[in-house]
């Protein structure tokens, strides 16, 4: 069983335009959720987080939102870039234990 | 700093081989993960380290599978026979104890076992 669900497996968006990444968790103890990037033939690279105390964190074009009564929580890229093409993992933790992984979604953005 | 180094980049061999995998981890970084990326489970954690000791090895599928940490820069997972299912990539990565969100990948082994 997936605690963490990533049901949407690709996304294409237009350049220039919002990119919405979507994540539900099941498992409520949860306290820290992340974003990790893959490009092809690399290894998932540390993106964006965001603590169970807050509901939205940002760091230039990215923002994670955190709706923990949902157990949701979604990236929103903006505006996307053909650079951003790559998969997307959701993570999520419980007190430093290992990160627990989505399946990922692949991202393409068009110029 | 060179990264989490992973070899060999490509593995490819015949089921009932034995398939070794490496990986040197970040300097300083004092807990290692063993991930399995396939397209059914996407990143799936097989063992983790700590203090080169084995903390969680519950990820591990089958006994055909195991782990050594034999020091702070240096580890293997083993997979002895393989089988066409384990063909996967092999992600290690490393972090500080108590930061073990913030995880640094290598670039991965693809196996396949034909």
């Known amino acids: 069983d997936q605690q963490v669900k990533q049901n949407s497996p690709s996304l294409s968006v237009q350049e220039g335009r919002i990119s919405i990444l979507n994540c539900d968790y099941t498992n409520s103890m949860f306290d820290y959720f992340l974003w990790y990037k893959k490009y092809p033939a690399e290894g998932p690279t540390f993106l964006i987080s965001i603590s169970s105390i807050k509901d939205k964190n940002e760091d230039g074009r990215f923002t994670v939102f955190l709706n923990k009564s949902a157990k949701h929580l979604s990236l929103h890229i903006v505006p996307s870039q053909p650079g951003d093409s790559a998969v997307y993992f959701c993570?999520?933790?419980?007190?430093?234990?290992?990160?627990?992984f989505g399946k990922g979604t692949r991202l393409s953005v068009i110029a | 700093d060179a990264g989490v180094i992973q070899s060999p980049r490509h593995e490819v061999t015949e089921m009932g081989q034995e398939v070794t995998l490496r990986c040197k981890p970040i300097?300083?970084?004092?807990?290692l993960f063993w991930y399995r990326q396939t397209m059914m489970r996407g990143l799936e954690l097989l063992i983790y380290?700590?203090?080169?000791?084995?903390?969680?090895d519950s990820g591990m599928p089958e006994d055909r599978f195991s782990a050594k940490m034999p020091n702070a820069s240096f580890s293997t997972l083993k997979i002895q026979p393989s089988e066409p299912r384990d063909s996967a990539v092999y992600f290690c990565?490393?972090?500080?104890?108590?930061?073990?969100?913030?995880?640094?990948f290598g670039s991965g082994t693809q196996l396949s076992v034909l």
């Open positions: 300097s300083g970084h004092n807990s």
């Open positions: 380290f700590n203090n080169n000791v084995p903390i969680d």
């Open positions: 990565a490393s972090s500080w104890t108590g930061a073990e969100e913030k995880l640094f």
């Open positions: 993570a999520a933790s419980i007190s430093n234990t290992p990160l627990v």
